[in-house]
């Protein structure tokens, strides 16, 4: 997910962040109007008419890097392709490639809920209740079914409990504790795309918010928590001006301050709409909204929810305490929130476990490394500093990106879930709302990427003669007279020159 600068998300694209079955991928697109369609007849008049369109102002003024070709065979064209780029979030195609290939698509994270003490013969654990979390990302109130609290609630009702004597303490240590991607920049961590990283997870590290203006013109604005158990110290400086003025909202959280302020004006009568912000403590948060939830479940809970790292527990029971084990969705279905959503959180959890899956000490960095060489990729033109592509310590080729791509689609268990997993133009994800209309709608799959002057676009076309074709589009150091829709639009010309072009024709 990008990155903006003082300014919120809106709540829309975090809705969308339920984990679900991957969509499937479609194998031909809409009926395209022949008018519609680029005249291109010929492999030298394609690379033409892209070498014209990425040397034509305003596109003169952006540093380009792109690559064309058949999934696994020729090149087709390519404009800087050895340069290295910041891929904002096209890093994720790199976390989930090598999470698939190291982890596998079966792969699933692990929460584990243990008791300090056995349960008595009426129910009553006179201990505490601790939940250690393994990295799941979908454990959330706006999911039904096994990724709520509310059932891991009734699997400890299941179990016997009626009663703890103790605290309910959340344990996110697997991951070494709460932290940020290294070179994530400090202005970026109040914001729900920038949630901290730990081993325990709720609500995917965000506190929701209801903004209302307030009763008339010159009073504070509310904020509404709509997750108590989020208790996140927001110092509310919002001010309701005269209707029909804009709506104008900043925030701001100094690297040492646990608070977070918002500063700005709401119109008077402006609808009340949801906003989001990164939890500070997650394993609290956790422990917290899960205590609310035994309770909610009919189990009388005496101590208060904690973290381990303020309070740590004691000695796990060995027999006849609470011993629950629960996995998350496989990664073959959490790939599409990653993906069509652009989870930042998902991916970076999944960093951390390719990782651990390398050794203990070892990086998400490593891990990739590793798989670069059989990708066909250069290991030098891949720098990992996280798995989401937040940080601006990031740096990947179109020929690393393009490497990948090829190999993904032409590996038998790849391809499937793979392709499945990204964005679909007009469709889904973030590309539902881009190049509605046009001939590339329904038949470009493809991975945004999107930070203050970086704009990406990668993955694959099904072209109008049933031909697929894979492409890397990276766009970066444009600011002034270059504006991201200048960008957009020219990449998305781009790509529409593929879906037309035909690799039959003489």
């Known amino acids: 997910m990008s990155s903006s600068r003082r300014r919120f998300l809106s709540g829309s694209l975090l809705v969308l962040s339920l984990w679900g079955p991957a969509c499937a991928s479609r194998t031909a697109g809409p009926a395209v109007p022949t ?211 804009a709506r104008r909202l900043s925030v701001d959280r100094g690297p040492d301050d646990p608070r977070v302020t918002i500063r700005g004006e709401i119109p008077l009568g402006y609808a009340p709409f949801k906003q989001y912000l990164a939890i500070a403590d997650p394993p609290a948060y956790f422990a917290r909204a899960f205590r609310q939830a035994l309770i909610a479940r009919g189990i009388v809970v005496v101590g208060a929810a904690r973290s381990s790292v303020t309070d740590p527990p004691g000695r796990l029971a060995d027999e006849g305490g609470v011993s629950i084990r629960q996995q998350s969705p496989p990664l073959r279905q959490m790939a599409a929130t990653l993906m069509k959503v652009s989870q930042n959180l998902y991916a970076e959890v999944l960093f951390h476990a390719l990782g651990k899956s390398v050794g203990d000490g070892s990086t998400g960095a490593e891990a990739i490394a590793l798989a670069l060489p059989a990708w066909g990729a250069d290991p030098a033109d891949v720098v990992a500093a996280d798995g989401s592509g937040l940080s601006r310590y990031d740096l990947t080729s179109a020929a690393a990106l393009d490497a990948l791509l090829s190999h993904m689609f032409i590996s038998q268990g790849h391809r499937e879930p793979w392709v499945a997993a990204l964005p679909i133009a007009g469709v889904d994800g973030t590309l539902e709302r881009r190049m509605k209309g046009t001939p590339a709608e329904g038949r470009v799959h493809a991975k945004t990427g999107s930070i203050a002057y970086v704009r990406a676009l990668a993955g694959y076309v099904h072209s109008v003669d049933g031909q697929w074709l894979q492409f890397v589009i990276l766009a970066n150091n444009f600011a002034g007279k270059v504006t991201t829709a200048d960008v957009d639009r020219i990449t998305e010309q781009a790509v529409n020159l593929l879906v037309g072009f035909s690799r039959k024709a003489p």
Do not use: C
Request: net charge negative.
């Open 35 to 245: 008018a519609a369609l680029p005249a291109l007849a010929s492999h030298d008049e394609l690379t033409r008419t892209l070498d014209t369109l990425f040397a034509t102002s305003p596109a003169d003024r952006v540093v380009w890097g792109v690559s064309v070709r058949v999934p696994g065979g020729a090149w087709l064209y390519q404009r800087n392709a050895t340069l290295l780029l910041h891929p904002a979030s096209n890093m994720k195609l790199v976390t989930l490639a090598a999470s698939a290939e190291r982890l596998g698509w079966d792969y699933r994270f692990t929460t584990t809920i243990r008791s300090t003490t056995p349960i008595d013969t009426d129910g009553t654990l006179a201990g505490d209740l601790v939940v250690i979390g393994g990295g799941d990302p979908t454990i959330s109130r706006r999911h039904e079914g096994a990724a709520t609290l509310a059932h891991l609630a009734d699997l400890v009702w299941q179990r016997g409990v009626r009663r703890i004597e103790g605290r309910v303490i959340g344990d996110g240590s697997a991951f070494g504790g709460t932290s940020y991607g290294e070179g994530w920049q400090w202005d970026d961590l109040p914001f729900s795309y920038a949630a901290p990283v730990n081993a325990l997870i709720y609500n995917e590290n965000t506190a929701e918010f209801i903004v209302a203006p307030g009763p008339s013109a010159g009073a504070l604005a509310t904020m509404t928590p709509v997750d108590a158990a989020a208790d996140l110290a927001v110092v509310n400086r919002i001010t309701t001006v005269a209707s029909g003025a």
